[in-house]
């Protein structure tokens, strides 16, 4: 069985295209039934296009206010059959409507350690402050920003010096990486939330043991294929 998702998207979409990669492989059980994006003619849409995935642009600049903006792409990812929502560099806060239809079901992948840099521009954030780690991290969504309880983060060397979009992209690579492996733990029904601690139970894959990594540090650790 693999577990049906939607995909909302707002630019580039290149962890879509980790999703993809590793779903077209048959390493990541799930099925992207729908992809959404917020704005017009982004690359994400081309990405999705190009694997014959079912995309549609839904602006938010066409609805009076979120809530009837989150009951639209609600609607149509129930029509496409969507169990779970994974935010893909989705520009947008999501509401309760959207959180009531997919409960624990919504995954948000963000580019800094939080609870550290919250919100937009967190790896300019980050340089600025002059932080000595940065990072990644996936967790789920709840109705405040960048908040809900973490399921898996990366770490890597924040160098002297360093300009914010080489430490994006950094960090980029990292996101390729742990996003994937987060679906496939919820894909297989393995994350259990306790309180804000999130419990990833033991599975059939091992630990990965290719090393291909810059020096990071990954947590919980990655497991084979990812």
Same mark, same amino acid.
């Given at each position: ?24 492989? *048959? ?6 039934? /729908?992809?959404?994006?917020?704005? !017009? &003619?982004?690359?994400?849409? +081309?990405? @999705? =296009? ?53 409960? *624990? ?6 580019? /800094?350690?939080?609870?550290?840099? !919250? &919100?937009?521009?967190?790896? +300019?954030? @980050? =340089? ?99």
């Amino acid at each position: 069985m693999t577990l049906p998702i939607g995909v909302l998207i707002s630019g580039s979409g290149s962890n879509l295209q980790a999703l993809i990669d590793r779903m077209e492989v *048959g390493v990541l059980d799930v099925t992207i039934q /729908a992809v959404i994006s917020n704005v !017009p &003619g982004v690359k994400g849409l +081309e990405r @999705a =296009a190009n694997h014959g995935i079912f995309s549609q642009t839904l602006s938010h600049r066409n609805y009076p206010d979120r809530a009837s903006y989150d009951r639209i792409v609600v609607r149509v990812l129930r029509d496409a059959g969507v169990q779970a929502v994974v935010l893909a560099g989705f520009m947008r806060l999501v509401g309760p409507e959207l959180l009531a239809a997919f409960p *624990g079901r919504v995954l948000n992948i963000h580019p /800094a350690l939080l609870p550290s840099f !919250p &919100g937009l521009h967190a790896q +300019e954030q @980050a =340089a600025a402050y002059g932080v000595r780690l940065a990072g990644c991290t996936v967790h789920f969504v709840d109705e405040e920003v960048d908040h809900g309880p973490i399921i898996i983060q990366a770490a890597v060397p924040a160098l002297p010096g360093e300009e914010a979009d080489a430490l994006g992209d950094r960090i980029l690579a990292l996101e390729h990486r742990i996003f994937p492996q987060a679906v496939q733990w919820l894909a297989e029904d393995r994350l259990e939330v306790q309180g804000r601690q999130v419990v990833v139970r033991p599975g059939e894959r091992l630990l990965a043991t290719r090393n291909d990594l810059p020096p990071c540090l990954v947590f919980p650790p990655l497991e084979e294929g990812f």
